[in-house]
């Protein structure tokens, strides 16, 4: 009985404009979807360092419709240490394959051809909260981490970041990968696009550029 009823509940669920664009900054960033059914549907995941709870409170409230849990804390140990992370999944739901389809291949995490398309303000804030930093306390340029795609999705960012929203930027290697710089010049016009959607608890990845 409890299924059915969950299916039914399932079939009035609609993304909504917001939380599209959120989907797509969590995707480029530290989000993640996952089927349990070879693609039917898919689940969106979001995990984080218990620190970043607030951001994980934000977004869940973003999407309780599509959750039945609250966000839960789990207890990980690494290299002899241990920390806690902050995590709650969506319901499984076919309204996430679409976007499954286009950012993941052949199980890994890649640039959709249409991202210019989609990228948006909220989006890009959501991104830079995910995986933006500073260069450095004395440096104006801001760092993304896109260490998780290849070189030539980076490139293809860059470009999108310079045609759609006049932002300056260039690659930076690193051992595991690439990250984009965003470039001095075009720090304040880069801060302007997202500040009003960076949480408080995140306005340290912006400091100093008021």
């Known amino acids: 009985m409890r299924s059915k009823i969950i299916e039914n509940y399932k079939k009035k669920l609609k993304l909504n404009a917001k939380q599209k664009e959120l989907i797509i900054g969590k995707l480029l960033g530290d989000g993640h979807l996952e089927t349990q059914n070879k693609g039917q549907t898919y689940r969106f995941k979001i995990e984080h360092s218990i620190n970043q709870k ?29 920390y806690q992370k902050y995590w709650f999944n969506t319901i499984s739901h ?18 959709p051809k249409l991202i210019h398309r989609w990228l948006t303000p909220l989006s890009l804030a959501v991104w830079f909260m995910d995986d933006g930093s ?32 006049g932002l300056k930027s260039k690659l930076r290697k690193q051992a ?12 304040d016009k880069f801060i302007q696009l997202i500040r009003s959607f960076i949480l408080p608890s995140m306005l340290y990845k912006i400091k100093g550029l008021d």
């Open 54 to 82: 607030d951001y994980v409170d934000w977004l869940f409230e973003e999407f309780k419709d599509w959750t039945m849990t609250l966000p839960k804390i789990k207890i990980c140990e690494s290299q002899g240490k241990t």
């Open 176 to 187: 595991e990968g690439f990250q984009i710089m965003i470039l001095a010049e075009s720090a």
């Open 134 to 165: 500073l260069k450095s306390k004395f440096h104006r340029v801001r760092i993304i981490n896109t260490q998780g795609f290849s070189k030539k999705d980076v490139l293809k960012l860059i470009k999108i970041l310079e045609l759609k929203f």
């Open 94 to 111: 076919s309204s996430f394959r679409f976007y499954a389809q286009q950012f993941y291949r052949d199980g890994k995490k890649v640039i």
